[in-house]
């Protein structure tokens, strides 16, 4: 389902959700967004759909190295919008929070994930392997690495961005990673890949819903 084409007869809220959203946005000279980085993240992936979606020509992110500051952003007003994967394994304390409110669900696929190496190296024998990975896709890893007899240690990291970072500078052997990052960071595939199709949420401020009516 499109953003730009909502369905008229859905019995819930998702039209007075996408209204409200779309009365939100007119309202805003500059519309800015927060999600997670850095920049080859999935998160950075759906803000840039979120706002092509909503053919928001005057619209920007911002990339935080955690979704708690990216949360920060919002409340303290430097950002108009949240938007959070719900893999997300804290984003319970968002949706609790006094301070924000749930305005707008959408179904994004993510990038490729996979497995991924330095290119041109030789990975270490005799001992177990280290790969960096954000919390959310570690339940891939013996998927990915199926056709591989890799004994392994996990190293959590906050980003799919991040674990590609350590990869780059040789903190680790593996990351689990996107293909969005993989091509920013110059690592490279070693395992099959596949995409993750994700519900994201977006958040704005409790104060902000004096301003619309849905």
């Not at 959203?21 to 309202?27: D, Q």
């Not at 929070?97 to 994004?108: A, D, G, I, M």
């Not at 919390?135 to 799919?160: C, E, G, Q, R």
Request: proline residues 5%; aromatic residues 12%; neutral net charge.
């Amino acid at each position: 389902m499109d953003l730009t084409d909502p369905v008229i007869d859905v019995p819930f809220t998702w039209n007075a959700q996408y209204r409200a959203l779309k009365k939100l946005i007119t309202k805003k000279a500059l519309v800015n967004v927060a999600t997670l980085g850095p920049s080859g993240t999935s998160s950075e992936a759906a803000a840039k759909h979120f706002l092509s979606e909503l053919n928001c020509k005057n619209g920007q992110y911002k990339l935080y190295p955690t979704y708690e500051e990216a949360f920060e952003g919002l409340i303290s007003g430097k950002s108009d919008f949240l938007i959070v994967a719900n893999a997300y394994e804290r984003i319970d304390r968002i949706y609790m929070s006094q301070e924000s409110h749930l305005l707008f669900p959408f179904v994004y696929e993510t990038p490729l994930y996979g497995i991924a190496k330095r290119s041109g190296e030789n990975l270490p024998e005799n001992q177990p392997l280290k790969i960096a990975t954000h919390h959310a896709p570690v339940s891939l890893i013996p998927w990915f690495l199926t056709d591989f007899n890799y004994k392994y240690d996990v190293l959590f990291v906050k980003s799919t961005s991040e674990a590609a970072m350590k990869l780059r500078d040789g903190e680790v052997d593996l990351c689990v990673t996107t293909e969005n990052a993989v091509k920013k960071y110059g690592v490279k595939f070693i395992t099959k890949t596949r995409p993750i199709l994700m519900l994201w949420s977006v958040f704005i401020r409790q104060e902000d819903l004096n301003s619309i009516n849905y």
